[in-house]
Nanobody, 127 residues
Framework: QVQVVESGGGLVQAGESLRLSCAAS????????MGWFRQTPGKEREVVAG????????TYADSVKGRFTISRDNAKNTISLQMNSLKPEDTAVYYC????????????????????WGQGTQVTVSS
């Protein structure tokens, strides 16, 4: 099984940027669809961005399109989320996750299945 650990969160002002990283271990990340999710207190976890196993296909939540970019480096077993033009509403705990399903299923299935979740990293955007 693959294990994932996030890093890179922090406190920034609105309009600034952050780059989150997800380091995988235990098994090569190239076998998995990968995604970034976020959650705020009292709300369900939501998908932010997803990327296919080979990195050729990506998808984003409407709220982050044009501002966030997901990428992966399978040789280094890492997945990144570049977040630009951050807004206070982007404040959340961000999670990296690995799925054995397709990107479409990971994002759209009623009950998507995941093989690994990270512990999360806090992103706080002040106004």
């Amino acid at each position: 099984q693959v294990q994932v650990v996030e890093s890179g969160g922090g406190l920034v002002q609105a309009g600034e940027s952050l780059r989150l990283s997800c380091a995988a271990s235990g098994r090569t990340v190239r076998d998995y669809t990968m995604g970034w999710f976020r959650q705020t207190p009292g709300k369900e976890r939501e998908v932010v961005a997803g990327i296919s196993e080979n990195g050729t296909t990506t998808t984003y939540a409407d709220s982050v399109k044009g501002r966030f970019t997901i990428s992966r480096d399978n040789a280094k077993n890492t997945i990144s989320l570049q977040m630009n033009s951050l807004k206070p509403e982007d404040t959340a705990v961000y999670y990296c996750a690995a799925s054995a399903q397709t990107l479409f299923s990971m994002v759209h299935a009623l009950n998507p299945r995941f093989v690994s979740w990270g512990q999360g990293t806090q992103v706080t955007v002040s106004s």
